[in-house]
T-cell receptor, first 111, second 116 residues
């Protein structure tokens, strides 16, 4: 079946640093989504990407939909302690809207 | 609060018991999804509804699992004869489908199931 590979698996950074994480797939997706999840909570949608090559920002977050449709990246600029959490990418390739998720990138921000 | 709501947040049950979870989606959303998430993994798709119709079920959804959305609003997920391997976070999400294409999904806070 489809698999999404997220990297890195974990990151330890200093407050104020920029962060970059990515997601690759063996299959094509027509929608890419990025979510953040805090312990014991559900994922919260950060950015949705609908077109190959699309670059979208949400505050300090920027994400891009790869032109091959098989990858996406998420950047966080000037990290702050509340950015701590697990970041998941998800791909959709049918009109059903069900998502295939990666296994997440765990971000730790040191003050 | 107009987000996706799940109840209960936590459930501890003995092996062999039946459990039922409830999900109330965002009111204008016609699609509703159930996912399961285990520690260290991303959510895995279980099933989804378009209004009251259950349109797809994953192979992860064994015969002991059943989901309903009787009036196209809230949904229930029942697990019969629970096993320790059923311990996980059960997540519900909803989205709006326009012209048969689903937009992004929004998740509830999940129900954490522990089978002892």
């Amino acid at each position: 079946g489809q698999q999404l590979n997220q990297s890195p698996q974990s990151m330890f950074i200093q407050e104020g640093e920029d962060v970059s994480m990515n997601c690759t797939s063996s299959s094509i997706f027509n929608t890419w989504l990025w979510y953040k999840q805090d312990p014991g909570e559900g994922p919260v949608l950060l950015i949705a990407l609908y077109k190959a090559g699309e670059l979208t920002s949400n505050g300090r977050l920027t994400a891009q939909f790869g032109i091959t449709r098989k990858d996406s990246f998420l950047n966080i600029s000037a990290s702050i302690p509340s950015d701590v959490g697990i970041y998941f990418c998800a791909g959709q390739n049918t009109n059903a809207g069900k998502s295939t998720f990666g296994d997440g990138t765990t971000l730790t921000v040191k003050p | 609060d107009t987000g996706v709501s799940q109840d209960p947040r936590h459930k501890i049950t003995k092996r062999g018991q039946n459990v039922t979870f409830r999900c109330d989606p965002i009111s204008e959303h016609n699609r509703l999804y159930w996912y399961r998430q285990t520690l260290g993994q991303g959510p895995e798709f279980l099933t989804y509804f378009q209004n009251e119709a259950q349109l797809e079920k994953s192979r992860l959804l064994s015969d002991r699992f059943s989901a309903e959305r009787p009036k196209g609003s809230f949904s229930t997920l029942e697990i019969q004869r629970t096993e320790q391997g059923d311990s996980a976070m059960y997540l519900c999400a909803s989205s709006l489908a326009i012209l048969d294409r689903a937009l992004e999904a929004f998740f509830g806070q999940g129900t954490r199931l522990t089978v002892v």
